[in-house]
T-cell receptor
C-alpha cells in the first residue's frame, strides 16, 4: 500500500457524461498530481495542486478540472466524456519539495467510456 | 512533443540474463532521471533515480548509466528474475521548482525461465 488512495478503482460511463475521481494523499503530503495513462500516449501529466492552490498545469483538456480541498484530498472532474478519455488516471502525492523517493503514486482509477 | 523517448517497447529476457532499457531526452534543463516499475493493476513505483552529475548509479541488481553529452540514460537489470516482469518507465524532470514528471512510453519486460 503506497499510502495514496484513489477511488473508485473502476468506472464505466457513457459518452457525454461527467465523472469525479477522488484522491487522498499520503499523510503529511501537501502536493497532489494527476496523470493520465493511455495506451498510445503513456503517462501524461495533467495538473498539480499544492496545499489547495493550483501550482502547475500540463496538457489538461478544458473539459477536465481539478481541485484540492482543505483536508488535502483532491478530485479530478471529467465532463462531456468521449471514447478517447478511456484511460487509467493516476494520482501521486509528495511533500511538494521536489521529485524524489517520496513522490508516490496511487493504484489508479480505470475509466472506460462506452 | 515527446521529450523522453524509450526503447524497446517490449523485451523478453531469459532468467539470469541482463535486461537493458534505453531512454533519450531532449530538454537539457532536465536534472533528475527516475525509473519506475509498474505491475498490472498498480501505480508506478520508484525503482532507482540519478542526477546528471554522476555517470552511474547502482542499487542491488539495478544500475542506471547516464551519458549527459549524448542525452541518454539506460536501466540495466542484472541477473533478471521472473519477479522483475513488469512495465518499466523512464522519466525526467526539472527538479527544482517543477515537480512534473515527463515519462517515456514504457517497456514491457518479460523474464522467461
Amino acid at each position: 500500500d503506497s499510502g495514496v488512495t484513489q477511488t473508485p478503482k473502476h468506472l464505466i460511463t457513457a459518452t457525454g457524461q461527467r465523472v469525479t475521481l477522488r484522491c487522498s494523499p499520503r499523510s503529511g503530503d501537501l502536493s497532489v498530481y494527476w496523470y493520465q495513462q493511455s495506451l498510445d500516449q503513456g503517462l501524461q501529466f495533467l495538473i498539480q495542486y499544492y496545499n489547495g492552490e493550483e501550482r502547475a498545469k500540463g496538457n489538461i483538456l478544458e473539459r477536465f478540472s481539478a481541485q484540492q480541498f482543505p483536508d488535502l484530498h483532491s478530485e479530478l472532474n471529467l465532463s462531456s466524456l468521449e471514447l478517447g478519455d478511456s484511460a487509467l488516471y493516476f494520482c501521486a502525492s509528495s511533500t511538494g519539495q521536489g521529485v524524489g523517493p517520496g513522490y508516490t503514486f496511487g493504484s489508479g482509477t480505470r475509466l472506460t467510456v462506452v | 512533443q515527446q521529450q523522453v523517448k524509450q526503447s524497446p517497447q517490449s523485451l523478453i529476457v531469459q532468467k539470469g540474463g541482463i535486461s537493458i532499457i534505453n531512454c533519450a531526452y531532449e530538454n537539457t534543463a532536465f536534472d533528475y532521471f527516475p525509473w519506475y516499475q509498474q505491475f498490472p493493476g498498480k501505480g508506478p513505483a520508484l525503482l532507482i533515480a540519478i542526477r546528471p552529475d554522476v555517470s552511474e548509479k547502482k542499487e542491488g541488481r539495478f544500475t542506471i548509466s547516464f551519458n549527459k553529452s549524448a542525452k541518454q540514460f539506460s536501466l540495466h537489470i542484472m541477473d533478471s528474475q521472473p519477479g522483475d516482469s513488469a512495465t518499466y518507465f523512464c522519466a525526467a524532470t526539472e527538479n527544482f521548482g517543477n515537480e512534473k514528471l515527463t515519462f517515456g512510453t514504457g517497456t514491457r519486460l518479460t523474464i522467461i525461465p
